[in-house]
Structures are given as C-alpha cells and as structure tokens.
C-alpha cells in the first residue's frame, strides 16, 4: 500500500497529493469497500458469493419505490422521517431475506456456491429490471440524500458508515462465537461438524451476512447519485474479489481479515483514482484488475507451496 501511495505521488505530483482528491476517494470507498467485506466473509467459510452487486441493485430498487411512493410533494418533518427510517428497514431485511435464499440453496439444498450464487445473481437483476421496465429511478427526498452525501465535523457520513460496518464486522468475526465457527467451517468443515457445530446454520447466517452489508452499500449508493438504475455499479463485482484476494483472504476458506481487506481496499482504490486522472479508459481498468487479480492468486499459490514444503522441515529440526 505504502509502495502504491508512493508511487501515483512521484508520477502525479500536484495531482494526487491533493485535497480534493483524498475527499473523492473517501466518498467512493464505501460503496465497494462494504461489498468487498462481504466478500471476504463468503470466501471465509470456503464460499463466495457472485450476487452481492445484483441484491444491491435489487434493494436500491425497492428502496427508491417506497421513497417515490410514499414521500409526499410537501411532506411534514416528522412523517418524511418514518418514510425514510422505513426505507431503511426494508433495505435491509430485503437484502437479509435475499442473503438468506443464497444460503439456503448453499447450506439445505447443496448447490455449489459459485453456481447458487451465479443464478442468485441473475434472479435479482432480473426482478430488479422487471420491477422499473429497464428504467432508472431518481430524485430523492433532501434528507435521505443526506447518508450519501453528508458530512460530520467534515468527514462524509458514508465513510464514517463504512468505519463503523467494518469495526462490527471486526468484532463479529474475532469475538462472536458465530464468527468463529465460519472461520472453523471455512478450514475443515468435517471436523466442525464433528466439533458439534451445524455447518448449515453458519453457512445460511454467513449469506445473511454479505446480504446485509450489500444492502447498506445500496443505500450509500442510491443517495449518494440520487438514483437507481438495475445494473449501477456493475464494475464492483470483480473489484470486490480482487481486494477480498489482495487482503491475503484465502479463497479455499479458513482464513481472512478485516484489516488485511481495508488495506487492499485503499490499494485499489489509490489506482484507481490515479487511472481516472490519467484518463485511462474503462476497459484498461478492467484489464489491470484482472491481472492483478491473477497474479496475487498465482503468487499465493507459490507462498502456500513453499510454506508445505518448510514445514516439515522445521518440525523434523524442532524434533
């Protein structure tokens, strides 16, 4: 990370550096950051999950329609309130009912879950489609415009919503008995079975989970443009796994960290910013994003390859 910053410093100087930049980076965190956590989590318990960007544009939807509906031309203080507190409660019970179906198919029915996942995603994308013809849904109440766009003593809520979602999930991982048993699941589900824990219960809460995080990424995204159209923010997908791999999570499961994540979120994204003032086109990101993704896969690989082979040797010299 520290090598990145430095670098995109000496080739941009007077453009990276900058105020203005550092304020649009920490607005556009969030968003993936929040999916790419979600990520991390599937990928925990030796899973993953391909729907997290379909149930964000699902729920963006369904939060966008109750605001449309229900939000009167001239609507009173503490009414716009309750609509908005509603929109909220929807979003996520809708994006934790979507998580639960992905881990229902994954935990009760035995669907593979890059295959479970896969179809998930092409079903909320659909309905999501479906629901407004193909059309975009825009202009939101000022107040709710405010959780994408405010600040607090100068730092934009969204960022302070990602640090507050990250530190929970911090916790929930290291210090919840549920996170510990994802962490058992994802490095030998066999003898977390047999260590009494019901692997099916922890998978189905594990996508409960990643659903929930995607749903509040879909409010910071829908207030932060003041729209919705199925098929927005698209790109994150394979962001999301590549930060998710770059934090050192281990895809075959059993390992991750929340920290490891943050610093490959702000790796991709000090990039990506330097890609947007360089004005390098959308399909040259794509390009990089899958190399890099490539070759940290391949370079952990040769890692895990070299740890197999010195661990016999330094338990024959202990011996």
């Known amino acids: 990370m520290i090598v990145v910053v430095i670098i995109m410093s000496a080739s941009l100087p007077g453009k990276f550096l900058t105020l ?95 295959l479970a996942t896969l179809g998930t995603q092409g079903l909320f994308l659909g309905l999501a489609i479906i629901i407004t013809e193909g059309h975009g849904i825009s202009t939101f109440p000022e107040k709710f415009l405010y959780i994408g ?4 003593g100068g730092i934009p809520v969204p960022l ?71 098929g927005y923010g698209y790109a994150y997908l394979l962001q999301a796994i590549l930060v998710a791999v770059l934090g050192g999570t281990d895809p075959g499961g059993g390992y991750g960290s929340v920290l490891g994540v943050v610093l490959g979120i702000i790796i991709l994204q000090t990039l990506q910013s330097g890609f947007n003032i360089l004005a390098f086109s959308p399909f040259f990101r794509k390009f990089i994003w899958g190399l890099m993704l490539l070759l940290v896969m391949v370079i952990n690989f040769y890692i895990s390859i070299y740890q197999q082979r010195k661990r016999p040797r330094k338990i024959k010299t202990e011996t």
Do not use: C, H, W
Request: hydrophobic share 55%; proline share 4%.
């Open 149 to 152: 766009s405010g600040k607090i």
């Open 20 to 114: 203005i930049n550092f304020q649009s980076m920490a607005v556009q965190i969030p968003e993936f950051g929040l999916l790419a956590i979600a990520m991390m989590i599937a990928m925990i318990t030796g899973g993953i999950d391909l729907s997290v960007v379909s149930i964000t544009n699902f729920t963006g939807v369904i939060s966008a329609l109750i605001l449309k509906t229900y939000v009167p031309g001239e609507a009173q203080s503490a009414s716009l309130f309750s609509i908005i507190l509603l929109t909220i409660i929807t979003a996520l019970a809708v994006s934790a009912f979507s998580g639960f179906v992905n881990g229902f198919l994954v935990a009760n029915v035995g669907v593979p879950p890059i």
């Open 160 to 230: 302070i919503i990602f640090i507050a979602s990250t530190l929970l999930v911090a916790l929930f991982l290291r210090k919840t008995a549920l996170g510990l048993k994802m962490y058992m699941v994802g490095s030998n589900p066999v003898a977390a079975r047999f260590s009494g824990i019901n692997n099916n219960n922890v998978l189905r809460m594990t996508y409960v989970v990643t659903g929930l995080l995607a749903g509040i990424s879909s409010l910071i995204m829908i207030s932060r443009v003041n729209s919705i159209r199925p």
